[in-house]
């Protein structure tokens, strides 16, 4: 969860949500995501909503001890503000900050009262992000047994002097070796997270991560280019002149040596940062948030989504905490998407799957654009699966397309 927020609308202090939102429950999946905010030592290129125990002091709501509890809270608010036709939650992300700090049985806390306030629907997924050095066998074995199906290993990199750089405490084989742990323990599927573009990493550096990763045998691996975020320990540090950011034709060689390793090794992307062994073992969540599903997001800062309704709640977790212990929602502020809002951020994220995007979201003149994409290489035409008024073309990304995503979108839209 990113740690600024914009303004927004105000939100009543019953969360109540505008009646179109209620009317479009029942037409998608529901997501829950829960965010800890907890982390042993923040790492310098972080921007998301983080703290360490010297950083929160012992406010109500401010430590880990009890911080369920509150999550509960607003999960129950969450089965009031959405009524009795919410469908059965699909998938369950926790994510942070380090969740596995948590005490495992406080995650199958959560857990329970998703089952107990919603229920999960069958074949839920339900993941956890973890590092590497916050959680055991025991803790893994813990979590699977409760009902978690599913854990990303923040691995970042195989490199010493990498993790050093990205302030990373674990030795560089711990993650390849919690991911037979995760798997002995029960789990069915098993992702790490890498980052490219380290001031200082190599090609063969990341060729080494890349291969370490594949070698642990991880159904999924995402990989992100570092982003320098305003007001990091690693953005002043980039200002003051100390490491020199990598360049974009660096980035662009190595996400193309990611698609090349990562390919050989079994894996197919299935968006541009994310790649799969096979359909089954796709992230279902974060395909949710890129497909445009409902989700309610939990804890502080967290963000949700709800039939055209983008809301988010208060930052800092006394301040969180002390909303729900007044009775109120812990929303800070919302909006009401548009109509074409809601098509320009399907363009936005769709483009970016494999599966693509629909010709049939883009307006005339977007349209009128598709074939100088397609002849310069940067996308394909793929016939539309269903024949008939329910199927359409739908415009996929090339490799070099993918390298150029974001550029694309901004030339499409109107």
């Known amino acids: 969860m990113p740690s600024t927020l914009p303004d927004g609308d105000p939100v009543p202090d019953d969360g109540t949500l505008p009646p179109s939102a209620l009317a479009e429950v029942t037409r998608r ?56 036709q919410a469908p059965a939650v699909s998938t369950v992300f926790v994510g942070g900050g380090t969740p596995t700090l948590l005490p495992p049985r406080d995650l199958v806390r959560f857990l329970d009262g998703v089952r107990a306030t919603f229920g999960l629907a069958e074949g839920a997924e339900v993941t956890t992000e973890s590092n590497p050095e916050s959680i055991g066998a025991e803790g893994l074995a813990e979590l699977a047994e409760g009902g978690f199906t599913r854990i990303s290993f923040g691995m970042q990199s ?53 291969r370490t990763a594949l070698d642990a045998g991880p159904d999924h691996v995402s990989a992100y280019a570092l982003i320098v975020e305003e007001g990091t320990r690693f953005a002043a540090r980039v200002r003051r002149g100390e490491i020199a950011m990598t360049d974009d034709d660096d980035l662009a060689d190595k996400y193309l040596l990611a698609e090349e390793e990562l390919t050989a090794g079994g894996l197919s992307w299935y968006e541009v940062s994310n790649w799969a062994r ?10 949710g948030y890129w497909q445009a599903a ?39 502020g919302r909006e009401l998407l548009t109509g074409d809002q809601r098509r320009v951020e399907r363009v936005l994220l769709e483009l970016r799957l494999a599966d693509g995007l629909p010709l049939e979201v883009l307006t005339g003149s977007e349209r009128r654009r598709v074939p100088d994409l397609v002849s310069r290489g940067l996308a394909e035409l793929r016939p539309a699966e269903v024949e008939g008024p329910g199927g359409d073309e739908r415009l996929v990304l090339t490799l070099r397309g993918r390298l150029l995503a974001d550029g694309i979108v901004r030339d499409l839209l109107d």
């Open 158 to 210: 195989a490199d010493e002097q990498v993790l050093a750089l990205l302030d990373r405490v674990h030795t560089p084989g711990r993650a390849a070796e919690m991911v037979g742990l995760a798997r002995a323990a029960g789990f069915r599927h098993v992702s790490l997270d890498l980052i490219y573009g380290t001031p200082g990493e190599s090609l063969d550096s990341w060729r080494t991560s890349l």
């Open 29 to 84: 999946p529901l997501e829950i995501y829960l965010h800890v905010p907890f982390c042993t030592t923040r790492c310098g290129y972080c921007d998301f909503n983080t703290y360490t125990a010297d950083q929160l002091g012992t406010d109500p709501g401010a430590t880990r001890a009890g911080y369920i509890d509150g999550a509960l809270t607003e999960l129950e608010l969450a089965r009031r503000v959405l009524g009795p």
């Open 278 to 287: 096979t359909e089954d073992d796709r992230c279902r969540h974060n395909l």
């Open 294 to 332: 409902d989700w309610w997001g939990i804890g502080p800062g967290a963000h949700s989504h709800i039939g055209g309704v983008r809301f988010w709640n208060r930052k800092h977790p006394a301040a969180y905490a002390r909303a729900l212990a007044e009775g109120r929602t812990p929303a800070q």
